[in-house]
């Protein structure tokens, strides 16, 4: 049996073009408090929780051996339904993105336009698979998110960040710190699963925006050259002074740039 869908917790703001923002790993919609309040002026922005993050639930009867992001595309296509919204601009960061992507080989049609912020369309390369797989585990088997903030949370912020804005530093630790265990096993085992997705982003004709923290050790700016040459209408942001998760640390340059992509839009 098909294991049950998750009804994702959704903030909004605004009214108009939706544009639905995914989060990263391994925080939750609060990332794009900014952004939802400085765009929805120009547009109606939806944050869900992706499943086991936030306010939205892991299913009860969720299967840990078999994740999937297509998984999390599907809620978020429920999601959309259920507002009654056939078609959105889809973005997402790092995670986020992974699952943006998996949107689009499900449901290219009901994608409009693409913002891609520091992801990466590439599959993990071995070693990389193995030490998701190795955080998933350890995770289990201590009943606890240690090892996230240990191996993970340090590479999430760029140098300028932690030098300057304890603040960030703090709230992405914070949200880090509340995923449960089977949730940070379920979300790198997924992503470890995650196939390449050049064919797909080759396949999209849609305008679209790619973004990188110009110090983001994890997605890096190659990555990025390289999902922009694969897609048909793209072009490319580097936010300065920005790790991995650009929206929240440099919140006023991500968000300005976001909002010249979607005026154009409309």
């Not at 240690?146 to 912020?157: G, I, Q, S």
Request: with cysteine; net charge negative; charged share 25%.
């Amino acid at each position: 049996m098909p294991e049950t869908r998750v009804d994702l917790h959704v903030v909004e703001a605004g009214e108009g073009l939706p544009v639905v923002l995914l989060h990263a790993f391994p925080v939750s919609s609060q990332m794009w408090l900014a952004q939802r309040e400085e765009l929805a002026g120009v547009c109606r922005v939806l944050t869900p929780d992706l499943r086991g993050f936030g306010k939205s639930p892991l299913p009860p009867d969720v299967d840990l051996d078999a994740p999937s992001l297509d998984d999390m595309a599907a809620e978020v296509a429920a999601m959309l339904d259920e507002r009654g919204i056939e078609r959105a601009v889809l973005g997402g960061l790092s995670m986020g993105g992974y699952v943006t992507m998996a949107f689009l080989r499900r449901y290219p049609h009901r994608v409009v336009a693409l913002i891609l912020a520091d992801t990466k369309a590439a599959a993990d390369p071995e070693p990389a698979r193995a030490n998701r797989l190795r955080i998933a585990a350890t995770a289990l088997a201590d009943s606890s998110t240690r090892v996230v903030l240990d191996e993970v949370f340090p590479n999430l912020l760029g140098r300028t960040t932690v030098a300057r804005r304890t603040d960030v530093v703090d709230a992405v630790r914070e949200m880090a710190a509340a995923v449960s265990p089977p949730a940070v096993a379920w979300a790198q085992r997924a992503m470890a699963r995650r196939p390449e997705s050049f064919a797909t982003l080759a396949s999209v004709n849609v305008p679209s925006l790619v973004m990188v923290g110009e110090e983001d050790v994890l997605s890096t700016l190659d990555d990025a050259h390289i999902m922009v040459d694969a897609l048909s209408d793209a072009r490319l942001v580097t936010i300065p002074e920005a790790g991995h998760l650009s929206a929240m640390e440099q919140p006023e340059a991500f968000t300005e740039a976001v909002r010249e992509f979607l005026i154009e839009l409309t």
